[in-house]
């Protein structure tokens, strides 16, 4: 079946513009999560869904950051205004709906900020 | 707060040899812990995961782990590396007590297996 797809793979921006990540996940999994990794880095937590709702929105870095998750599905992360430090592989993760079950990636977005 | 250490950055095995990547946590409650690897140019892949019952467990690819409450460590390990295990594996720990799903990486052991 399809896994975790995440659009776009590659995306260079201007310093100030807006970006929109997108997710897809894998269909049926309740939960999605959103980490960055920065290169070679570990995984940085940002935030998860379970359903359409984040209980935990500690992980963002900003108030330049916003996440949202419709129909219980696809996820859009935005970062607003963005800054060079925003440069990082940004992740999307899901899983079925217990803390107990692992978590399928999608490939990535490789975000870029001039 | 629930974190992970994974104290090595870079394990280095030769191949046929056995391999341990370590991994410590702390959470206030019971941990759910997983291990994941990255391969080069390839998405996050689960490995094996401990949530509860027996301390070893066994995962893809011949891989296995072992729970220690008292250390609170999740070790990974292998009896014979081989070359293609050649990666960054990640140490990733969620809290049982809190419900969530919040879930928190170590930065990452890359391990290389020279043949």
């Known amino acids: 079946g399809a896994g975790v797809s995440q659009s776009p793979s590659n995306k260079v921006t201007e310093k100030g513009k807006d970006v929109e990540l997108r997710c897809d996940p894998i269909s049926g999994h309740t939960a999605l999560y959103w980490y960055r990794q920065s290169l070679g880095q570990g995984l940085e937590f940002l935030i998860y869904?379970?359903?359409?709702?984040?209980?935990?929105k500690s992980g963002l870095p900003s108030d330049r950051f916003s996440a949202e998750r419709t129909g219980g599905s696809v996820s859009t992360l935005t970062i607003q205004r963005t800054q060079q430090e925003d440069s990082a592989v940004y992740l999307c993760a899901s899983s079925l709906g217990f803390p107990s079950n692992e978590q399928f990636f999608g490939p990535g977005t490789r975000l870029t900020v001039l | 707060a629930q974190s992970v250490a994974q104290p090595e950055d870079q394990v280095n095995v030769a191949e046929g040899n056995p391999l341990t990547v370590k991994c410590t946590y702390s959470?206030?409650?019971?941990?759910?812990l997983f291990w994941y690897v990255q391969y080069p140019n390839r998405g996050l892949q689960f490995l094996l995961k401990?949530?509860?019952?027996?301390?070893l467990v066994k995962g893809s690819y011949g891989f296995e782990a072992e729970f220690n409450k008292s250390q609170t460590s999740f070790h990974l390990k292998k009896p014979s590396a081989l070359v293609s295990d050649s990666a960054l594996y990640f140490c990733?720990?969620?809290?049982?007590?809190?419900?969530?799903?919040?879930?928190?990486f170590g930065a990452g052991t890359r391990l290389f297996v020279k043949a």
């Open positions: 401990y949530i509860t019952g027996d301390n």
């Open positions: 990733a720990v969620r809290d049982s007590n809190t419900g969530g799903f919040k879930t928190i």
């Open positions: 869904f379970q359903g359409n709702s984040a209980p935990d």
């Open positions: 959470v206030s409650g019971n941990p759910y």
